[in-house]
């Protein structure tokens, strides 16, 4: 039997030139900075700098993050990447009910301006970039951000990053949703307008197929679920009356970087040349800005094993390869010890080092697209473009990405794929090393980094001073300002940054858009 690539196209053992007939250069590659953009965004690429290197972080109270971050810039990170707890992602305060268990435990706990002060203090806002995976309450915590910065004396066009923002991968594979789809596009064309006007430098979107791979979608999937959900965007600012070239140079994309390298290149090349066309064509986009697939990428976190974890040290390394390979704008490395707990700092140390002996100790910095020209590159790039086309196609005969999610296509494909890969893993036909193939029966004493439980009281503690503090009476005329702006048409980012200055809570803000939107429940909840 043939072998097949991880979305299941065929992989030959021999390539040559017929695996490029009627194969046109030109079109198909252009110049490196040039449309389609198959060789990268920017001419130079890393020949100019390497990509920028980021370290996903953020655990238990912002105080210790805070410190953390301090370590990793000392470290030589280039660019912070903020992990907040599920309470916050949720929109709940941490002394809600519903936050009981959670607070501090897969990111930092943030409730109110007060700790957002904390999390940045001593940190230059001016100087660094900024990523904030957070999405249905992404509006409340970067205008938490932007208040900090002003505070810090620094001007909100002078700040630099990205929030995730991506509601859509929510309903599909991850769940940390809040609002219904129709009011989270509204709420995501508020952001875009705002930093238009507001914070021009940022961006204001991170379309994810991150989350989706995890999931277990694969290569061609990824592709075509995120552009899917990249179209949608798209389409609901251009209805908001946005002009297409005056938002879409700030939209930006985030993928998985799995451990076959090969396709993992060719579905990043792929990726820029479908975006180009998309928006080119589809959307008449004049600004080759527009046209621009930039990208973050996070290496597999789902590759990686409890055991024998300094194995992942390995498979990261050739993951982080593949990334830079393939030419994307930023990285995060995942420490070899992630499957089994939050980071260590030695971990997280060591996952930095990994990126930086890539761009400074090999001569993957050296040269454009590296595989440029490559038969089975170019073959691979083909086949999933034509693949994930074809899947684009299928969700717009459905309606588009909001109408597909709300009859579970994606969602249902993802979990076939999911299941399938378990199967061949369970069989052995799908290696993992140390898992299902070199094992050891030795055991392995490892030390993980543990939250403090207590946090959650000391946060609640901080909740009932900051509420004892503030004109209460204030703030909630300003939340009936956000829910009156909810049932309307207006910005809703203006009267949230009055809110919060006023010491609202993020839970607040977002009960206040409860109110007025409720809360989406899928269909198979039922």
């Not at 050296?366 to 074809?390: C, H, K, M, N, Q």
């Not at 579970?408 to 898992?435: C, H, N, P, W």
Request: a negative charge; one cysteine or more; proline letters at 5%.
């Amino acid at each position: 039997m043939d072998p097949v690539t991880q979305s299941g196209l065929p992989f030959a053992a021999v390539y040559g030139p017929e695996a490029l007939d009627g194969w046109d250069p030109q079109e198909r590659l252009g110049a490196p900075g040039q449309y389609p953009y198959t060789r990268g965004v920017y001419p130079t690429m890393y020949t100019g700098r390497p990509w920028t290197m980021r370290q996903y972080a953020g655990f238990g109270t912002a105080v210790e993050s805070n410190e953390r971050y301090k370590q990793l810039l000392a470290a030589g990170t280039t660019g912070l990447s903020v992990a907040f707890d599920l309470p916050t992602q949720m929109g709940y305060d941490s002394d809600h009910p519903l936050a009981h268990g959670e607070v501090g435990k897969v990111g930092v706990a943030i409730d109110s301006i007060d700790d957002m002060r904390i999390l940045f203090g001593g940190i230059p806002l001016d100087k660094v970039s900024t990523s904030m995976t957070i999405n249905a309450p992404a509006a409340v915590l970067l205008v938490l951000y932007q208040l900090v910065a002003e505070e810090q004396g620094v001007a909100a066009a002078d700040l630099n990053g990205t929030i995730q923002n991506d509601v859509l991968k929510e309903y599909i594979a991850r769940g940390t949703y809040i609002y219904p789809p129709a009011q989270s596009l509204r709420l995501i064309t508020d952001i875009f307008t705002y930093c238009r006007n507001e914070i021009p430098k940022w961006n204001t979107i991170s379309i994810s197929g991150y989350h989706m791979a995890e999931a277990g979608a694969t290569p061609v999937q990824e592709v075509a679920f995120t552009l899917a959900d990249g179209i949608e965007y798209v389409r609901a600012a251009v209805e908001s009356g946005q002009d297409v070239d005056e938002f879409a140079p700030r939209l930006a994309f985030f993928f998985v970087s799995r451990t076959t390298i090969l396709e993992e290149v060719a579905k990043f090349r792929a990726a820029r040349r479908m975006w180009a066309r998309i928006m080119r064509d589809r959307f008449g986009a004049k600004d080759p800005k527009s046209w621009m697939l930039r990208f973050h990428t996070q290496t597999a976190g789902v590759q990686l094993t409890a055991q024998q974890p300094e194995v992942n040290m390995v498979r990261v390394a050739v993951q982080g390869l593949a990334a830079a390979m393939g030419g994307t704008q930023s990285l995060h490395t995942n420490s070899f010890d992630e499957a089994i707990a939050l980071p260590s700092e030695k971990a997280a140390r060591l996952a930095l080092r990994t990126q930086q002996v890539l761009a400074y100790e090999t001569d993957v910095c050296d040269t454009v697209d590296p595989f440029a020209g490559s038969y089975v590159v170019e073959s691979l790039t083909d086949g999933i473009d034509d693949a994930a086309t074809r899947l684009i196609a299928q969700i717009d005969d459905m309606g588009g990405a909001v109408a597909a999610i709300e009859q579970g296509f994606q969602k249902g494909e993802i979990e076939r794929s999911a299941y399938q890969i378990q199967l061949e893993i369970d069989s052995g036909e799908r290696t993992v090393v140390g898992m299902n193939r070199f094992t050891t029966d030795d055991v392995e004493h490892y030390t993980p980094l543990r939250v403090n439980p207590a946090i959650e009281a000391e946060q609640g503690e901080r909740l009932a001073q900051l509420r004892a503090g503030r004109d209460d009476a204030e703030v909630q005329r300003l939340l009936q300002q956000i829910r009156d702006t909810a049932r309307g048409e207006a910005n809703l980012l203006y009267p949230m940054k009055e809110a919060l200055r006023a010491k609202a809570t993020v839970g607040e803000v977002s009960d206040a858009l409860r109110d007025v939107w409720g809360q989406y429940i899928p269909r198979d909840a039922f």
